[in-house]
């Protein structure tokens, strides 16, 4: 199927999570409620949530509860993008203005806390021990991840095994864990939870190589921010690594100059100079790579609806201009 019919394949399910969403975010402060609105209705292409409640539905599970189970992933992703722009200082995501923007650093850093307390209370209701164990792992990973991205940040000797091990634990490890308790809660076999595991965290992989990828080729208005923002944010991603690599002299000597200070108009120069040298492509054929392999794990399983929707999703994360 094309994008078109997947996506309206999956807008019933798109819906039951959106309104999930939003009526686990209530609150004695309504305060909360609106930072959190902010972020988590803006836009968001919900894969997280989506990859839960299909691989529930992959292993077999029919429970009602499935929707709300997902806001789980949702609202951990949420905390971090929040607590991500205040460490960024952004100013814009998504198109519109970050709320630390608009709330200020403290507000916005503990409604984040706010969302990981939520997403903790409702892993608490699946009653499976085996959730929490998988969500503590996640979430330590991802933590470590951010702390990796700072320690790195304007490094421009960053290997290419360093952004690996930092794009592993801060974007992967969550869609991993989406599948992987998916299956959980499916009381699905080991071999079907592990290879929802490895699909998971294939899958996020790909998704932060097309990330950063865009980051460079993107169009500003579908990206919602600034071309060559995460450079200009200070981090380092695959494309300008292998850039570094396998520039010429002057290439290498000219993009370490543009690092220093990125420019809005310099970003059609990074732009070409990555190109010319091969370093989009060989990010572009990595990003094939992970695809690929996500897609082997999905072999496992006999033929069905939602093994269709996840060799869509795959190809339409890889297809993706934002």
Not at 49 to 57: C, D, E, G, N, Y
């Amino acid at each position: 199927m094309n994008q078109a019919q997947l996506l309206a394949a999956l807008a019933p399910e798109i819906e039951a999570i959106n309104r999930a969403l939003e009526a686990n975010l209530t609150t004695h402060v309504p305060f909360i409620s609106q930072v959190g609105r902010h972020i988590l209705l803006s836009g968001g292409k919900r894969v997280r949530p989506l990859l839960f409640v299909l691989s529930a539905r992959l292993c077999g599970c029919r429970s009602n509860h499935l929707a709300d189970f997902s806001t789980i992933f949702e609202y951990l992703h949420a905390a971090t993008l929040l607590h991500d722009d205040v460490v960024d200082a952004a100013t814009v995501r998504r198109g519109t203005s970050t709320a630390n923007t608009i709330w200020g650093n403290q507000a916005v850093i503990l409604v984040g806390d706010f969302l990981l307390a939520k997403a903790l209370s409702l892993a608490v209701t699946t009653d499976r021990l085996k959730v929490l164990q998988v969500l503590a792992h996640a979430t330590t990973m991802m933590a470590e991840g951010e702390i990796l991205q700072l320690l790195h940040a304007r490094n421009l000797d960053l290997t290419e095994e360093e952004y690996f091990e930092v794009i592993h634990r801060k974007t992967a490890v969550l869609m991993s864990a989406a599948c992987q308790i998916g299956a959980i809660v499916s009381g699905a076999p080991p071999e079907q939870e592990e290879a929802l595991a490895r699909f998971g965290l294939n899958l996020g992989l790909t998704f932060q190589l097309v990330d950063d990828i865009l980051d460079f080729t993107g169009d500003e208005r579908q990206l919602g921010k600034p071309v060559a923002n995460d450079l200009k944010e200070g981090r380092i991603t695959l494309p300008f690594i292998a850039a570094l690599k396998r520039a010429d002299e002057a290439g290498r000597r000219r993009l370490r100059e543009l690092a220093r200070e990125v420019r809005p108009e310099h970003a059609g120069e990074i732009r070409d100079l990555l190109e010319s040298c091969g370093a989009l492509e060989y990010a572009r054929g990595l990003a094939r790579k992970y695809t690929r392999a996500a897609q082997d794990h999905l072999r496992l399983f006999p033929e069905c609806p939602e093994k269709g929707y996840f060799w869509g999703i795959t190809e339409m994360l890889l297809a993706r201009t934002s």
